[in-house]
């Protein structure tokens, strides 16, 4: 088996990391590159989830205030359309609830 480090599609960054510039699809030479080609790939997608994650850790705070400025803002405009609503006592001194003066 052939060593990545031996291959020329091989390179290894400044700061360590190993990335492969290989196409899986053409310039594969042995059954175990694919495997950790895969590996590589694996790891950057669970890179890209966590500081996906980092950014939703900041954006938390900023979201909770604006939930609860948009609930004020709802239960405000709620408030101030009640008088277009009937009131209920009113409606009890209707004469009984009858309707005899609208036929």
């Known amino acids: 088996m052939m060593q ?15 990335a492969f510039g290989c196409d899986p699809f053409s310039t ?3 059954p ?11 790891n950057q ?13 900041k954006l938390a705070p900023l979201q909770e205030k604006m939930f609860k400025f948009m609930e004020n803002e709802i239960d ?10 009937p009131d209920d006592e009113e409606d009890e001194g209707d004469f009984g609830g009858s309707d005899l003066w609208r036929t």
């Open 4 to 18: 990545c480090s031996e291959c020329e599609y091989y390179r290894r960054g400044p700061n360590g990391e190993i």
């Open 28 to 30: 594969i030479k042995e």
């Open 45 to 57: 997608m669970v890179a890209g989830y966590q500081s996906t994650l980092r950014y939703y850790e």
């Open 76 to 85: 405000e405009m709620d408030e101030s359309e009640k008088w277009k609503e």
């Open 32 to 42: 175990e590159c694919l495997m950790k080609w895969q590996l590589i790939k694996i």
